[in-house]
């Protein structure tokens, strides 16, 4: 366990009563901070003090740039966790620090994880990934797979930003059970045809833990602890029933418009057994990433097959404009300066990312609500980056040739980006709807990136064969990675941007 020193300290106003906020170093109170504010700094954890690192450094300071109350990491190396540190604080109000112990919200990352149930329940022939799902759910979506519902190619609407509104109305309930969620996925309506387009969807990976529960004829969480998360060692694996009593469970944070930090409400509605986050410590799905090694519990054929690119039925690539621009069976597929990379993001503020050829993996697990800029996959790329250079993001200087003629124009398509209106013209046609829904996901962060101040030419190199140019978008209190493909007719055909 390392514990780190106090970092530079952040200083922002949440919403509620005057508290006082200390921050303990080697059992040391540091100074409270003023009314409505708080110091974002390291918290004590369990063990031994142990002097501060690099890693350490960054995370502190950017805990503190992005305004995260709480934070974990954990790095895995050869099968093994080589390390894990906490920093900060798992609940505003009472003061209580983030431990190894404390339970966090893993939100989308559970994407993922469905898919390793339905692939584990494929490896005891319960069922199969391509089979349709109305085989195991009373659902009318002909032609929809299981992997189509994994994949986000399905057709199907989002839960709570579409199906939850179109079926109740304006009187939107605190509370829903499986049944009253599956009536509004029957009554949907599909975007598209199946497989003809990718379009993220938490009703798919519902509908996959639902055919999984009934293929295997036990609760789906009972059957995952049974077969995958015990048998990894995973023992903190919870169902967040917002009105359970969960020891250590964190606290979500997220700002109001007034940039004031409140508590994120989204985990505190009941969406069933099944829809419900699951919780669990930063040690637990450190051994679920080791897990994806394919050693045991799961098979290394199911991993390969997760981990496959989603092809659409025209032949052309499934395509995500987020940390990752690939999408396999709940899983973001992305390189990083030509290593292979697997990962996805959840919207408490949790990421990891695995390099398969490299077996390294690093979680960061924060409080802070992703899109608002906790963005936990940047900094797990970042420590990648600092324990393997050939990841190292942040080490690249400029090309003294300059920009390519391609290059051209792209600080303009980020600025609309950032305003909210991208020029669709610009990008091909898959990647179009895909754009304009990503168009409203980043402006929660720029309260606290600030304005762009700098972009830079970094990189020329193709990804799969497409030529691919990386820029440094350098913002007031931030650097955005960002990086263009282009098909050959010179339309972008793929974006991916880190928050590092």
């Known amino acids: ?32 901070v003023l009314a409505l504010a708080f110091t974002l700094a390291s918290a004590l954890g369990a063990g031994p003090l142990a002097r501060a690192d690099a890693i350490d450094d960054y ?29 900060g604080t798992a609940n505003l109000e009472t003061g209580t620090p983030v431990t190894p112990d404390s339970i966090f919200a893993i939100a989308s990352l559970d994407k993922a994880v469905t898919a390793t149930g339905v692939l584990k329940a494929a490896e005891l022939g319960k069922l199969n990934v391509d089979d349709p799902i109305a085989k195991y759910v009373d659902v009318p979506l002909p032609g929809v797979s299981i992997a189509m519902l994994l994949s986000h190619t399905s057709g199907l609407p989002d839960m709570e930003s579409a199906l939850l509104p ?28 199946p497989g003809t387009q990718y379009s993220y969807s938490d009703a798919g990976p519902f509908l996959a833990q639902l055919a999984t529960q009934k293929a295997v004829g036990k609760p789906w969480l009972e059957f995952m602890q049974e077969s995958l998360f ?8 919870v169902n967040l029933d917002p009105l359970a009593i969960i020891p250590l469970r964190v606290s979500p944070y997220t700002f109001n418009d007034a940039q004031q930090l409140i508590r994120d409400d989204r ?62 069976l709940g899983m973001g597929l992305d390189d990083v300066l030509g290593e292979r990379v697997i990962l996805h993001t ?10 398969p050829a490299l077996d390294l993996g690093v979680i960061v697990f924060t409080n802070l609500e992703h899109p608002k800029g906790s963005d936990p996959t940047g900094m797990a790329i970042a420590v990648a980056g600092m324990l393997e250079p050939r990841l190292s993001l942040r080490a690249l200087v400029a090309p003294k040739g300059g920009e390519p003629p391609a290059a051209k124009g792209l600080r303009h398509d980020y600025e609309l980006f950032l305003a909210g209106t991208p020029e669709l013209s610009r990008y091909t046609g898959h990647m179009q709807p895909t754009m304009w829904a990503a ?35 350098t913002h007031t209190h931030g650097e955005i990675y960002v990086r263009y493909s282009f098909d050959p007719a010179g339309k972008i055909s793929r974006v991916v941007w880190w928050h590092l």
């Open 267 to 328: 985990t505190e509605r009941e969406y069933g057994e099944i829809y419900n986050d699951i919780g669990m410590t930063i040690g637990d799905f450190a051994r679920w990433v080791i897990m994806l090694d394919g050693k045991g519990p799961l098979s290394a054929a199911s991993v390969q097959r997760i981990c496959t690119q989603a092809t659409l039925t025209d032949g052309t690539m499934a395509r995500e404009v987020y940390a990752f621009s690939g999408y396999g």
């Open 346 to 355: 959840g919207h408490s503020g949790v990421a990891w990312v695995k390099f």
């Open 1 to 32: 366990m390392i514990v780190p020193p106090c970092g530079t300290p952040g200083v922002l106003g949440y919403y509620g009563a005057m508290k006082i906020f200390t921050c303990f170093r080697a059992c040391t109170a540091l100074a409270p």
């Open 230 to 237: 015990r048998p990894a060692g995973m023992q903190h694996v």
């Open 59 to 87: 995370l502190s300071q950017e805990r503190a740039t992005r305004q995260i109350p709480g934070m974990a990491l954990a790095i895995v190396r050869n099968g093994k966790i080589e390390r894990i540190s906490t920093y």
């Open 166 to 193: 179109a079926h109740y109305g304006a009187h939107l309930w605190q509370h829903y059970t499986t049944a009253e969620l599956l009536a509004a996925v029957h009554d949907a309506e599909l975007g598209f045809p």
């Open 439 to 473: 168009r409203d996901t980043f402006g929660g962060r720029l309260p606290r990136l600030g304005p762009l101040v700098s972009w830079q030419f970094l990189r020329a190199a193709p990804v799969e064969g497409e030529p691919t140019l990386l820029f440094r978008a």
